[in-house]
């Protein structure tokens, strides 16, 4: 007896005798003298039919079992007579593993929808969307791995527990041992906390990618990431992974280079991989999907410096109303990033050289002291997937920008010292993997491209 998953069946080259399919049942039809299952076990978007006829061992137990009741199949693997399917399963014994109530099992064989799905995230990977979603999910993390893998960088692991606050933007989620009415701020309490000092969940890896990347080379981090922030957004979640390379001698267009690269590849390869996937997103939640995928494929991403997106924004903004107009000096909108990608240029852009004032203290200063070497990407329809620069590698001007913004040197010596022994210009940036997904396949909500997302007031599963 071999053990075959569904996927393997559907892919068979010949008839196999002696087989074993474990899977759930996904409809039913019971005519005379036989039982018609289509089964799927996640292996891949199609079902595979059994026939069990009313001789065959379990078929009494079988006729009460319906949608959801898992089971496991012995028979053979025959060609199918029936239209639609080249092999099926006629079956020698059919055991029944786990019931499922059909008066209570909430996935009835109809299309729910997005919002009640995710009040039951324990079963909405057994649907077809769901089951697609996290295989693509699973294929797009592999190909990443196998990018970075492939170009010479090592993956490293960056801490999830941390004492610093990488963006500064103060969307710390704190972590403390101490029971909560003896937690406090005072730093006599602190001292004994768990670490003695403020611990928290690190918004990004970076600052350890980069002492591994001045020893290493060229390294990436791809790991969870978590933020604080209250913005009730369908871009936004509290846990969100994040792809952090990090490359010693690169400057920030080298590291421009590498993010449209690996945007191109890993959804390219995805994109065979996992058509059958893809296809349920192009056909029933986005029918301009694959339009869309070839526009980021197909084009040259656009460069552009934030001094002219200013520019060009607020002449369009004499045309049409933007809700916040744009001013030179203040960070870009949702609206803004949408303008210039789907209506301006119409593929993705790279804007760089952001004013120094709006970015955090580890990025590069130009020349002039007015911006810094800071990138984002901005794809359609999800607007920014990555924010990266080309960091800060003199001493002197990193420190004094650390003491502007208020930073307790003391606590950032060991990253200091990068750049006190043999400091070199390196560059890096963090792509929000989500946000990737949610290109990918068209979803337009985070909370449906995470298996359990984790957003304001929301920590269920
Ligand atoms: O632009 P961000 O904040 O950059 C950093 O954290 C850098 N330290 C990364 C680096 O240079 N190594 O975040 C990077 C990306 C964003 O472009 C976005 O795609 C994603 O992370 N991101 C989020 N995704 C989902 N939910 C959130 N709350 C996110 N915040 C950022
Ligand atoms: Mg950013």
Same mark, same amino acid.
């Given at each position: 007896?071999?053990?075959? =998953?569904?996927? $393997?069946?559907?892919?068979?080259?010949?008839?196999?005798?002696?087989?074993?399919?474990?899977?759930?049942? *996904?409809?039913?039809?019971?005519?005379?003298?036989?039982?018609?299952?289509?089964? %799927?076990?996640? =292996?891949?978007?199609?079902?595979?039919?059994?026939?069990?006829?009313?001789?065959?061992?379990?078929?009494?137990?079988?006729?009460?079992?319906? &949608?959801?009741?898992?089971?496991?199949?012995?028979?053979?693997?025959?060609?199918?007579?029936?239209?639609?399917?080249?092999?099926?399963?006629?079956?020698?014994?059919?055991?029944?593993?786990?019931?499922?109530?059909?008066?209570?099992?909430?996935?009835?064989?109809?299309?729910? =929808?997005?919002?009640?799905?995710? #009040?039951?995230?324990?079963?909405?990977?057994?649907? %077809?969307?769901?089951?697609?979603?996290?295989?693509?999910?699973?294929?797009?993390?592999?190909?990443?791995?196998?990018?970075?893998?492939?170009?010479?960088?090592?993956?490293?692991?960056?801490?999830?527990? &941390?004492?610093?606050?990488?963006? #500064?933007? #103060?969307?710390?989620?704190?972590? &403390?041992?101490?029971?909560?009415?003896?937690?406090?701020?005072?730093?006599?309490?602190? $001292?004994?906390?768990?670490?003695?000092?403020?611990?928290?969940?690190?918004?990004?890896?970076?600052?350890?990618?980069?002492?591994?990347?001045?020893?290493?080379?060229?390294?990436?981090?791809?790991?969870?990431?978590?933020?604080?922030?209250?913005?009730? &957004?369908?871009?936004?979640?509290? $846990?969100?992974?994040?792809?952090?390379?990090?490359?010693?001698?690169?400057?920030? =267009? !080298?590291?421009?280079?590498?993010?449209?690269?690996?945007?191109?590849?890993?959804?390219?390869?995805?994109?065979?991989?996992?058509?059958?996937?893809?296809?349920?997103?192009? *056909?029933?939640?986005?029918?301009?999907?694959?339009? !869309?995928?070839?526009?980021?494929?197909?084009?040259?991403?656009?460069?552009?410096?934030?001094?002219?997106?200013?520019?060009?924004?607020?002449?369009?903004?004499?045309?049409?109303?933007?809700?916040?107009?744009?001013?030179?000096?203040?960070?870009?909108?949702?609206?803004?990033?949408?303008?210039?990608?789907?209506?301006?240029?119409?593929?993705?852009?790279?804007?760089?050289?952001?004013?120094?004032?709006?970015?955090?203290?580890?990025?590069?200063? %130009?020349?002039? #002291?007015?911006?810094?070497?800071?990138?984002?990407?901005?794809?359609?329809?999800?607007? $920014?997937?990555?924010?990266?620069?080309? *960091?800060?590698?003199?001493?002197?001007?990193?420190?004094?920008?650390?003491?502007?913004?208020?930073?307790?040197?003391?606590?950032?010596?060991?990253?200091?010292?990068?750049?006190?022994?043999?400091?070199?210009?390196?560059?890096?940036?963090?792509?929000?993997?989500?946000?990737?997904?949610?290109?990918?396949?068209?979803?337009? %909500?985070?909370?449906?491209?995470?298996?359990?997302?984790?957003?304001?007031?929301?920590?269920?599963?």
């Amino acid at each position: 007896m071999k053990q075959i =998953s569904v996927v $393997e069946a559907l892919e068979a080259q010949s008839p196999r005798d002696a087989i074993l399919v474990q899977a759930w049942i *996904r409809t039913k039809r019971d005519a005379k003298g036989f039982s018609f299952l289509e089964v %799927n076990d996640g =292996s891949c978007l199609k079902n595979l039919q059994v026939i069990v006829d009313q001789g065959t061992p379990g078929y009494d137990q079988l006729l009460e079992q319906g &949608t959801g009741a898992s089971v496991s199949i012995q028979g053979s693997l025959v060609e199918s007579p029936g239209k639609g399917q080249k092999w099926e399963v006629q079956a020698d014994l059919a055991q029944v593993l786990g019931t499922a109530d059909p008066e209570t099992y909430p996935l009835q064989k109809k299309r729910h =929808s997005d919002e009640f799905l995710r #009040g039951i995230a324990q079963l909405r990977p057994r649907t %077809n969307k769901y089951g697609a979603m996290n295989r693509i999910r699973s294929d797009l993390s592999w190909s990443v791995h196998r990018y970075f893998h492939e170009h010479g960088f090592f993956c490293v692991h960056s801490p999830v527990l &941390t004492g610093s606050d990488c963006e #500064g933007a #103060g969307e710390l989620f704190r972590v &403390t041992a101490l029971e909560p009415d003896r937690f406090s701020a005072d730093p006599k309490i602190m $001292e004994q906390d768990f670490f003695g000092k403020p611990a928290y969940l690190t918004v990004s890896g970076q600052l350890t990618a980069e002492v591994m990347a001045c020893s290493l080379g060229k390294v990436y981090t791809f790991g969870p990431t978590f933020r604080a922030e209250n913005s009730n &957004t369908p871009r936004h979640a509290a $846990e969100f992974w994040m792809i952090e390379p990090e490359v010693a001698f690169a400057d920030l =267009s !080298a590291i421009i280079d590498l993010a449209e690269d690996l945007i191109k590849t890993v959804l390219g390869e995805v994109r065979t991989s996992r058509a059958d996937d893809l296809e349920l997103f192009a *056909r029933f939640v986005d029918k301009g999907l694959n339009q !869309a995928l070839d526009e980021v494929l197909d084009s040259p991403f656009v460069r552009l410096p934030y001094a002219e997106a200013v520019t060009l924004l607020q002449e369009a903004g004499e045309k049409r109303s933007f809700e916040y107009p744009v001013e030179y000096g203040m960070d870009l909108q949702t609206e803004h990033e949408r303008y210039l990608v789907e209506e301006h240029f119409q593929r993705p852009v790279v804007v760089f050289d952001y004013p120094a004032s709006i970015k955090p203290f580890y990025m590069r200063v %130009n020349d002039g #002291g007015e911006t810094v070497a800071a990138m984002d990407v901005l794809l359609p329809r999800v607007g $920014e997937v990555v924010g990266g620069s080309q *960091r800060e590698e003199r001493l002197d001007v990193l420190r004094r920008r650390m003491e502007a913004q208020g930073m307790d040197i003391e606590e950032y010596r060991w990253y200091l010292d990068l750049r006190r022994y043999g400091t070199v210009p390196h560059s890096g940036f963090g792509l929000g993997f989500e946000r990737l997904l949610m290109l990918m396949t068209g979803v337009h %909500n985070i909370r449906d491209v995470l298996p359990f997302p984790r957003t304001p007031k929301h920590l269920q599963f």
